[in-house]
C-alpha cells in the first residue's frame, strides 16, 4: 500500500477482553515497529521486527502483550485480558532494511485503544 | 541503551519568530537522526533525516544540524507560524536497527 496502514482505528474494550490490533506497512518494508503512546507521553518502543523474526522484544509491558508478523508483511499485536491501564495510542511503523544508514521510517495513524 | 532528550518540553512563540528546538541523545554510534511532527491524535509525520556521515538538512523553512560527537542535533524553523504549531520529536536510529525517540517539545505559534 501507499502508507502504513492501522486496524481498527479506534476500540473501546472492556477489561479483562483480548484485544487484536493489526499493522500493513508499506510493501516491500522488512522492518516493522511498534510503539505505544499514553497521554501526554513520549513513544514507548514495544516490539521490532525484521521479517517475520523479532530479534528486539525487549519492551513488551508483560505476557499478556503478544505480537507475530507473517509472510513478512501484516503483523498483529494482541493484548490479552486488557487492563485500564492498556488505553493509549498504539502506533506501528515500518521501514526499509538495509546495510545503509538512511532509510526513514514511516509511520500509521495509530489505534486509539480505550480500556473500560 | 540510548538516551534522548529533548528540550525545551513546551514552547510558545508569537508568528514571526525563529526559534530552536533541542535533541540530545548519549551514544554517538548511530545509523541518522530523523526529526517528526506530531499533530493532536495523529500519528508522526517526517519532516528531515540526517545521515551520521551529514552535518545539515534542509526542508523550505526547516533547517536541522546534527554534531555526532557531541551528541546534539537543532531543528531550526524560520518564520513561524501557526500551523507549525504540533508537537515536535526527534529520534535516532542506532546500529542494531532501533529506533529511539525523545519525548518530544510541544510548540505554539500564535497569530
Known amino acids: 500500500g501507499a502508507g502504513v496502514s492501522q486496524s481498527p482505528s479506534n476500540k473501546v474494550t472492556e477489561k479483562g477482553k483480548d484485544v487484536e490490533l493489526r499493522c500493513d506497512p508499506i510493501s516491500g518494508h522488512t522492518a516493522l515497529y511498534w510503539y505505544r503512546q499514553s497521554l501526554g507521553q513520549g513513544l514507548e518502543f514495544l516490539i521490532y521486527f525484521q521479517g517475520n523474526s523479532a530479534p528486539d522484544k525487549s519492551g513488551l509491558p508483560s505476557d499478556r502483550f503478544s505480537a507475530e508478523r507473517t509472510g513478512g508483511s501484516v503483523s498483529t499485536l494482541t493484548i490479552q485480558r486488557t487492563q485500564q491501564e492498556d488505553s493509549a495510542v498504539y502506533l506501528c511503523?515500518?521501514?526499509?532494511?538495509?546495510?545503509?544508514?538512511?532509510?526513514?521510517?514511516?509511520f500509521g495513524e495509530g489505534s486509539w485503544l480505550t480500556v473500560v | 541503551k540510548q538516551e534522548v532528550t529533548q528540550i525545551p518540553a513546551a514552547l510558545s512563540v508569537p508568528e514571526g519568530e525563529n526559534l530552536v528546538l533541542n535533541c540530545s541523545f548519549t551514544?554517538?554510534?548511530?545509523?541518522?537522526l530523523q526529526w517528526f511532527r506530531q499533530d493532536p491524535g495523529k500519528g508522526l509525520t517526517s519532516l528531515l533525516l540526517i545521515q551520521s556521515s551529514q552535518r545539515e538538512q534542509t526542508s523550505g523553512r526547516l533547517n536541522a544540524s546534527l554534531d555526532k560527537s557531541s551528541g546534539r542535533s537543532t531543528l531550526y524553523i524560520a518564520a513561524s507560524q501557526p500551523g507549525d504549531s504540533a508537537t515536535y520529536l526527534c529520534a535516532v536510529r542506532s546500529l542494531g536497527n532501533q529506533f529511539y525517540f525523545g519525548t518530544g517539545t510541544s510548540l505554539t505559534v500564535i497569530p
Open positions: 551514544d554517538s554510534a548511530i545509523y541518522n
Open positions: 511503523a515500518s521501514s526499509l532494511f538495509t546495510l545503509a544508514s538512511g532509510n526513514t521510517i514511516y
